[in-house]
């Protein structure tokens, strides 16, 4: 019996790193085709030229920051004369502040404190690129953030039309983006849609066999041996696909290891896993709705202020109007993309026509909802 008990100072854990979610494993599994197109993309770099372009698009938790991180850091083991630049763009959403993350990066500090004119920036970057006959990498991840500041165009304008202003200056650019509903090319202008070109690479959502690959991965680098039995990851896998982001199963490893220890025990059982499961859901939740458009949480919002377990659309609808200005149409494409979003759950009664009447669910607690809503 004390053999199952841990000592205050004992852990489960091996290395609890491997469940974070900023962590990069040393292998990304299943994940081979689309190493190969990033690495393509970025080979002419190597070589001294301009980099393709490239498109990373997939639901969330698929893999799509955790591959270009990793081309990124086998590059910069490469050489100095590539310069990959990581950007998050909901940190960084304006073409000045991403210029200015990317001068950090060639130079090593960041512009003046005091402000340079975005023109100075452009062209001291420019000048370095081409005097020390470096690449420029720049990945713009959750791209989205700035389609919807409009700030994308310009951003990508100047990037690509560099080499116009400051000849020989090369450039490539990787964006990457987690909402399917958007497309990103068609919504760009022409101008600059003729100098983007991207190579689009697809990241699929991973099947229950993969997703339980890369839990048992984690499971053998993070835990000690033994702490947690197949049919129990069987179930956080479970879990995972239902909402097909891997940092659900990821989360709730952790905290199940965390619950474990909690009782002084050696091993995960599956009040852990269930337990776990109460807190780990909501990273999803948290993730799709920061992502969110303003009338998509209004629409959310009239879903939990009418206190129903479900909705009709056409009632739905009719709050819905009185809140935003926008019609039956876009109404109906924003039900349907917070279904894809696995946010709502529909259901049709078989009644009416164009899906009036349609029965509207919540996926989550309203409760829940209504905490990350802040419209
Ligand atoms: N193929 C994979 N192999 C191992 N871990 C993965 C894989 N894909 C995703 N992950 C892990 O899942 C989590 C989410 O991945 P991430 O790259 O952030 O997805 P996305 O950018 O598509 O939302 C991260 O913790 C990452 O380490
Ligand atoms: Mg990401």
Known sequence: ???????WDQTIFKEQEYFELDFLP?????????MRSLKFSVSPALRGSTPLNAYCRGAPGTGKTSAVLKVFSELENAT?????????????????????????????????????SFKKLFSQIAKHLVEKKRVLIVALDDFNYLMASKEADE???????????????KVGVITILSDLTLDMVRDLTPQVQSVFLPEEIAFPQYSPEEIKDILKYRVRYGFMQGVISDELIDIVTGYTADTGDLRVGI??????GLNAERRASRAISKEDIEKAYEGSRYIHLNYTIRNLKKEEKVLLKCIVASGKEEMMSGELYECFKEKTDLGYTSFYEMVNRLEGLKILSLNTTGKGTRGQSRLVSLM???GEVEKRIDV
Request: glycine residues 4%.
């Open 1 to 7: 019996m004390t053999k199952d008990l841990l000592l």
């Open 26 to 34: 040393e292998n990304l599994l299943h994940r081979d085709a689309q």
């Open 80 to 116: 100095q004369k590539v310069v990959p630049v990581y950007i998050n763009c909901q940190v960084d959403s304006t073409r000045y502040a991403i210029f200015a993350q990317i001068f950090k990066k060639l130079f090593g500090y960041p512009p003046p404190s005091s402000g340079i």
């Open 155 to 169: 951003v990508l304008y100047s990037l690509l039309r560099m080499h116009e202003v400051q000849p020989g200056a």
């Open 251 to 256: 989360n709730m490893l952790k905290r199940a």
């Open 364 to 366: 989550y607690d309203p």
